[in-house]
């Protein structure tokens, strides 16, 4: 029988996360006590564009405490420097040299601060050069480049594509990329990181998304969300959706001049997320009754409000944040904050629920929207929402 090489066990980004979170908080206890580890290496492995250095990132929160390093790249990148045109032995040499002043900062601070983890994230590790692949397995499974050995404390993970496609129900992905030995393969801990429309969801409204996009996709189905989020490219030019495509289409339509022109909306849609995505988003927007959050806030309807779906009460929670902010900020203001603690006392606790998660028990809400905050926190109702929450969790 021939052997399925269908990959089963595939887990989400925040469940990965929270493993190498975890496991690196215990390799720490035990290094600070002296005792022996054996540090685990971890490679993620997705499709592109779902998310994983971001929410590497986010798991380490300091900058200082972590270094990225985008091996995909024969010319530049993050090593920064033209290798193609030399020899092996000097590109090695240059390769070791770039590597080095990358990771030195890194290094320096982890010296400096020996209780705290340091991490080195090699994002794209196996789609380098042949010749580059020892000099990044020994980084990756032994902590050191020849001559110069990382502190204790420096946690190295990767990230990369499977040679086969193992993400994608499409027939033909072709992934370049340099496939690992049985021997390297038995060193690794690989995460196999499969694409959660309500972890994207969730991130959307915590980090002001549009509320078109975060509407338009958080209507869908679960099938119909994960087709949306990732589209493979079925063009010449490449262009598809992913999470990160979808979140840089966000910033053109913050626009008004690009926003409020067909011919450019048009543009910057397929550009950002190809033609099958495209035809479907610029259809909700110019046939559907898309969201508007400064007309809600600035003629309250209640109304109107209660009649949104869940999806759409999220997603004004979400982006009415940010004016509702200004507003508080501002010498004339317009009340924005009254009207979106009365939209607060709406019937649909999933809504609630999901805005008291992203926004409030994450602390978003304290740390990027303060005025808000106190301003929200100042009011009973609002105290009477958190105290609900706090129970609901005990």
């Not at 798991?59 to 010319?75: K, L, R, S, T, Y």
């Not at 204790?152 to 072709?174: C, M, Q, W, Y």
């Not at 607060?344 to 008291?356: S, V």
Request: hydrophobic share 40%; aromatic share 8%; net charge negative.
């Amino acid at each position: 029988m021939a052997e399925d090489k269908k990959q089963q066990n595939f887990i989400s980004l925040n469940t990965a996360l929270k493993l190498i979170k975890f496991d690196t908080d215990f390799q720490m206890q035990e290094i600070l006590a002296g005792r022996p580890t054996d540090k685990h290496t971890f490679v993620l492995y997705s499709l592109p564009g779902v998310g994983k250095t971001q929410g590497i990132r986010q798991m380490v929160g300091d900058p200082q405490h972590i270094c990225v390093i985008d091996i995909n790249a024969e010319f530049g990148g993050s090593l920064a420097m033209p290798i193609s045109h030399v020899d092996e032995k000097s590109q090695t040499a240059q390769v070791l040299h770039a590597l080095n002043a990358s990771i030195r900062k890194l290094k320096d601070h982890a010296i400096k601060d020996p209780t705290t983890p340091h991490f080195l994230f090699l994002d794209e590790f196996n789609r380098g050069d042949e010749f580059m692949k020892q000099t990044i397995m020994q980084l990756l499974l032994e902590n050191r480049l020849p001559g110069n050995s990382l502190p204790a404390n420096v946690f190295v993970i990767g990230a990369g594509n499977t040679a086969e496609n193992i993400f994608s129900d499409e027939e033909v992905v072709e992934n370049d990329v340099n496939e690992l030995d049985t021997a390297t393969r038995d060193r690794i801990n690989p995460l196999f990181i499969q694409l959660e429309p309500k972890e994207w969801l969730d991130w959307a409204y915590a980090n002001e998304v549009a509320p078109e996009v975060v509407d338009f996709i958080g209507s869908k189905s679960y099938n119909e969300q994960r087709q949306l989020l990732y589209q493979p490219s079925k063009s010449a030019d490449g262009t598809g959706a992913t999470p990160r495509s979808w979140t840089r289409l966000s910033s053109f339509l913050t626009d008004p001049a690009i926003k409020n022109d067909p011919v450019l909306l048009r543009a910057a849609v397929f550009s950002m997320i190809g033609n099958d995505c495209g035809k479907q988003f610029l259809t909700y927007l110019t046939t559907g009754d898309s969201l508007d959050i400064f007309a809600l806030l600035e003629k309250p309807d209640q109304a109107k409000f209660t009649s949104l779906s869940t999806g759409r009460k999220m997603a004004f929670f979400s982006s009415a944040l940010r004016p509702v902010e200004q507003d508080l900020e501002s010498e004339a203001q317009r009340g924005y904050a009254q009207i979106f603690l009365d939209y607060l006392q709406t019937n649909d606790q999933t809504a609630i629920a999901r805005f008291m998660h992203t926004q409030v028990e994450t602390g978003v809400l304290q740390q990027r929207y303060p005025q808000t905050n106190l301003y929200l926190r100042k009011d009973p109702r609002f105290m009477q929402l958190v105290m609900e929450m706090s129970v609901n969790n005990v």
